[in-house]
Structures are given as structure tokens and as C-alpha cells.
DNA sequence: CATAGATGAATTGTATGCAAGACTAGAAAT
DNA sequence: ATTTCTAGTCTTGCATACAATTCATCTATG
């Protein structure tokens, strides 16, 4: 049939997204902007009148961030915000590091041209937020030339996971960048990235982009994964004072 | 995700799992089971009329596998088993590899006694089904030997990742051993893993498992990707909405 | 005084109903 | 005969109602 081709052309037609979607995307974002922090709990009343829709759409919203992992939905007990243990945390900063540094390697092995292009600009503003000093821009921009990146390894799969997970630790890194006043040695070490991408160098450039992620804390995420023999990847919280 | 025992137990104490949670397991299990077949239509209301619930609980576990990306979510348009392009599948076993290899190389990094006497006895597991010649067992302890090395990464969190995405390409992979009668050649190349990991060894551990899970198909991979100039978004694209 | 048990309030889980968008088939027109 | 328009059916999306379970508070008891 001719006609099926036809059908398929039908296909940039804009569908209306779902409320569920969009809630997704809102309460995502609200979670990342940290106007939720973790160990909040996300009710779903309350959520239902924020946004002013039923408890139906809110619980999809809730249901699909708890099966990225983005939150924790409990059953029977309501969703919160994650809050991952240290070792549960170091764990998914070295998870990052790996697939990172899996980019890198396939973004040295496959640069384009318009990949380049990308990485150099995202890269020129992050030198531009430096020298302003302004570290929320900068923030943004590292995020840019991260993704980046990602997308430079030409495996747009691998590329969604990445970024997913940046998305994740998106509060935490915004501490690290914070805490330790490294916005220029961050600058520093992405340039020392783009070289050995360029340069087609596959190993280097994992490296870089490995060492750039954990800082320095692969060591130390080896200790306490040597020391702590159990770990506990509990949500439980941490949130009232120290249990005497 | 790191569904296992999600709601089974937490503090000893033993929570009901709701009717979504199991129907999930369900729908996923008669997914990977071959079931429903890629491209198959996931009716919500057949789904609901077979398991004896109504539409919100099927709705609910549709919408987490389609947040998971086991399956394909369609706004307005009902949910099908995901049929990645042949591109996208090569994307997803390329990933595939890179976190198998990760997991490898922080295996032989942290090898502890437990995780190589699990790793030993998946291993014989396989052997033992090679020596019957049955693949279907094969297939099943070939999954337990590949948990076995991301257990060993001692990181749970990695594990996780790698599971989930071993566990959507079952589907594929049980082709890829059927259709090349490679049980032998997969036994040995398990060998050769598990002697790099023993030996500590990172890079031979990461790339031999690297190439166990690519099979040859890396340099495939790498031509495909440089014939198709531009790739196509296909419904079963990815779900990072209007980012740009 | 502390702890265990029970009762009521609050919140989540599921079912049902209705509205709106998407698919199908048929008729009209070129 | 092919295409386009249209009407009807089917499916999904959301709201509401109710059931089930967890949490908090209070009381009784050692």
C-alpha cells in the first residue's frame, strides 16, 4: 500500500503532551533547583494543589521519577527525595566517572567536526564564566561542555544514560564545584580533555575525563569501600540530629 | 532499576507490595520472555481484563517500564514494546560494553574471596550446561555469570545499571548466542575474563569483557555509524523531550 | 516512668466514570 | 482508482470515590 507512506508523513504533527509529562518535568526540575531537598517528602496532595490537577496525573509524574531513580517512591509510604549514603553516593560518582570517561574514549575515537564545534564553545564559556568569576554561569556551562561530550561519542543511547545520571548528581555537583573553589582548575582539566580528544587519543582522554569526575576521590572511595565491609544503600533517613 | 527487593522487606519489618509493583514484574517478565514481541501493542485494557486488575495499576507499570525504557510510551498512543533501529542497538550493546568493562576493571581492582567464589560457581554453572549442550541453560547461567562480575565491581550502584540494561537486551542477546552456536567460544572467553579479574589485571579484565559483549561488532558498529551521516530519531527515540 | 496496645487521622492504592484525542471505515469528489 | 473528508468507534488521560494501610496520639499497664 502507497498510502502507508503517506500515513507516516502525518507524523510531524505536534500531539498535545500529557499533563503527566509535564508534571514529570516540573517536579524534576523543582527537585534539581533544590526547592526540594533530599529527604522531602513529595505528597501527593499537596502536589495535586500545587499544580492544580487530581492526585492521578501527580502519581504517574512520581511513579516514572522513582523508576528513573531520580526519586524514591516507597510503597505504601510515599515518595521522597533521595537521599543516598556517602558510600551510595560515591558510588554513583564513580558509575559517572566510568560511563564519562566511556564517552571520552568514543568521542576521541569519532570526532566530527560539528561534534568539535560544540565542545569549543561550550568550552569558550566556560572560560568566559570563570573570568567573570560567576560560578552559577559557570555551573551551566559545565553542564554544556559535559553534555558535550557525551554526545560527541556518536552513541546517542549512551549519551541519554550520561546525561541522565549528571542530571541526578546535579545537586551534589553544584557542592563539589562549590566546596572547593575549583572553578579554574575545572576549566584547567577540561581543556587538558578536549586536547587529548582531539589528539585522538582514547586513553588519555578517558583518563582525563575519569580523574576530572572523582577528583582525586577514586582512592578514597577505595578506602571507605575497604574499610565499611557492609554497606548500607538505605534511603533511611539521615535527617533528624545524630542518634545518641 | 534496583527494583530487587524493593519492597520486600525494609527494617525487618515486611511491607505488602502494591498490585502495580507485581504487575510490572509481570508485564517485564512476559517481555523478556518473548511474550509480547517487539513492536506488539500493550493494550490497557486487555492487559487489566488478563491479570484480573483494573486499567490504573496496569497504567502505573507501564508508565515505569516506559520510564525505565523497557518499553515505549507513546502520549495518546499506547504503549508498544520498544523496536530499537538497528543503529540504536548497536548503541545499546556498545553500551553495554563500556559498563561491563567498567565493572571488570573495578573487579580486579577489589576482587574479594566472596565475589570470586560467586563468580567460580556461575562459571561452572556454565560450563556444566556447555558440556549438555543446552542452551537455554546456558543462557540462564551465562546471566548469573555476568551478574556475578558486576557484584564483583562492589559497586552496587554500577551493578544496578549494568543489570537493568543486560536484562533489556536479553532479548537480543539470546539471539546473538543462539544464532552464532558460539557456547563454547563464549565459555572460554569467560575464562579468560575471570583469570584477568583473578590476576588484577584492570585493562585485560575491562577489555576482554569489552569484547565479549561487542562480540566483533565494535568496528560494525563503527561503520554504521560512518555511513549513516545522520541518524534517525525513530519513535523509539530518546525521551530527553525539547532539550536542545 | 517507660513501654505496649489500641484507636483515630492521614495518606496511599485501586476502581470506576467521563471527556478528549486518535484510529478505522466508509462516502464523496477529482 | 486514488485521495480527501467525515462520522463513528476505540483507546487513552484525568477526576473522583472508596478501600486499605500506615502513622500518630492516647490510654492502660507493668
Redesign the pocket.
Known amino acids: 500500500m ?2 502507508q507512506a ?1 500515513g507516516m508523513e502525518m507524523q510531524d504533527r505536534v ?2 503532551m ?3 509529562f509535564r508534571l514529570k518535568q516540573s517536579i524534576e526540575d523543582a527537585v534539581i533547583a533544590g526547592e526540594f531537598q533530599p529527604g522531602d ?1 513529595l ?3 499537596s502536589l495535586a494543589e500545587r499544580f492544580g ?5 501527580i ?2 509524574a512520581l511513579l516514572q521519577l522513582g523508576a528513573e531513580g531520580f526519586i524514591d517512591v516507597r ?5 521522597i527525595v533521595s537521599v543516598p549514603s556517602p558510600t551510595r553516593l560515591f558510588e554513583m560518582f564513580e558509575t559517572m566517572a566510568e560511563i564519562a570517561s566511556a564517552c571520552g574514549r568514543l568521542a576521541a575515537r569519532r570526532l566530527t567536526p560539528e561534534n568539535d564545534a560544540a565542545m569549543e564553545a561550550a568550552h569558550r564559556a566556560c572560560e568566559m564564566a570563570v573570568r567573570e568569576g560567576d560560578s552559577e554561569q559557570y555551573y551551566a556551562d559545565n553542564r554544556n561542555f559535559h553534555e558535550a561530550i557525551y554526545r560527541a561519542s556518536r552513541n546517542s543511547f549512551l549519551a541519554d544514560q550520561a546525561f541522565a545520571l549528571h542530571k541526578r548528581l546535579s545537586a551534589y555537583r553544584r557542592i563539589q564545584l562549590r566546596a572547593r573553589n575549583r572553578l579554574l582548575q575545572s576549566l584547567q582539566e577540561h581543556a587538558g580533555i578536549l586536547e587529548a580528544i582531539r589528539a585522538g587519543d582514547e586513553q588519555l582522554a578517558a583518563m582525563r575525563l575519569h580523574d576530572h569526575v572523582l577528583v582525586q576521590g577514586e582512592r578514597f572511595s577505595d578506602m571507605v569501600l575497604g574499610l565499611a565491609g557492609d554497606r548500607r544503600s538505605d534511603a533511611a533517613g539521615s535527617r533528624s540530629g545524630t542518634a545518641k
Chains 1, 2 share one sequence.
Open positions: 502507497f498510502c503517506y500531539y498535545t500529557s499533563q503527566a517528602r505528597d501527593e496532595a490537577v487530581s492526585r492521578t496525573p502519581r504517574e510503597p505504601r509510604r510515599g515518595a
